[in-house]
T-cell receptor, first 114, second 117 residues
């Protein structure tokens, strides 16, 4: 089972509409990251949120970290075809050996139709 | 151009035939990592390296080996590939580790799609 559950798994919307992607867990994370991955490429980091309740905005994208640092959401306003891609969330966890690791969700495939 | 390169990009092989996927970064990053991506499972870490000659197991290390003899290179070795290792593999690097801050942004390579028959 995934430590981080993303929903929905697939999302198809018309250009100009808004969308929200959710990332939920029962675990507490030190920080949480959102990535976008396009076909044939590796994931690219969009944002890192660290503080519970934190809200970060990146142009039309708004990222929120839950107060308890167990969940996060990504909201896109007035989506454009260029927003099409696989959105991945990743939570930072502490390893027993003192290192940190990222636990990834399975991703949400977003398609924005022109 | 700052980048992570992987070779080959596509590989079809047969069970038991040893193979190596190369990974190289030109950003002088200390941290490098290998992930596999499977549908419905997301990215899972195979091995990581905090620095030269320092490697550690990730979440799914069985059937894989790595080495870090020099800072820029981090090859992934499959000594005896099996069909359950068919997957999309990503190499990544970052300045010092993962998470914590944007300073530790991981840069991913373009991926290697491996099929083991």
């Amino acid at each position: 089972t995934q430590l981080l559950e993303q929903s929905p798994q697939f999302l198809s919307i018309q250009e100009g509409e808004n969308l929200t992607v959710y990332c939920n867990s029962s675990s507490v994370f030190s920080s949480l990251q959102w990535y976008r991955q396009e076909p044939g490429e590796g994931p690219v980091l969009l944002v890192t949120v660290v503080t519970g309740g934190e809200v970060k905005k990146l142009k039309r994208l708004t990222f929120q970290f839950g107060d308890a640092r167990k969940d996060s959401s990504l909201h896109i306003t007035a989506a454009q075809p260029g927003d099409t891609g696989l959105y991945l969330c990743a939570g930072e966890l502490y390893r027993a050996n003192g290192d940190y690791k990222l636990s990834f969700g399975a991703g949400t495939t977003v398609t924005v139709r022109a | 151009e700052a980048q992570v390169t992987q070779n080959p990009r596509y590989l079809i092989t047969v069970t038991g035939k040893k193979l190596t996927v190369t990974c190289s970064q030109n950003m002088n990053h200390e941290y490098m990592s290998w992930y596999r991506q499977d549908p419905g499972l997301g990215l899972r870490q195979i091995y990581y390296s905090m620095n030269v000659e320092v490697t550690d197991k990730g979440d799914v290390p069985e059937g894989y080996k790595v080495s870090r003899k020099e800072k820029r290179n981090f090859p992934l070795i499959l000594e005896s590939p099996s069909p359950n290792q068919t997957s999309l593999y990503f190499c990544a690097s970052s300045p010092e580790g993962v998470g914590r801050s944007s300073y530790n942004e991981q840069f991913f390579g373009p991926g290697t799609r491996l099929t083991v028959l």
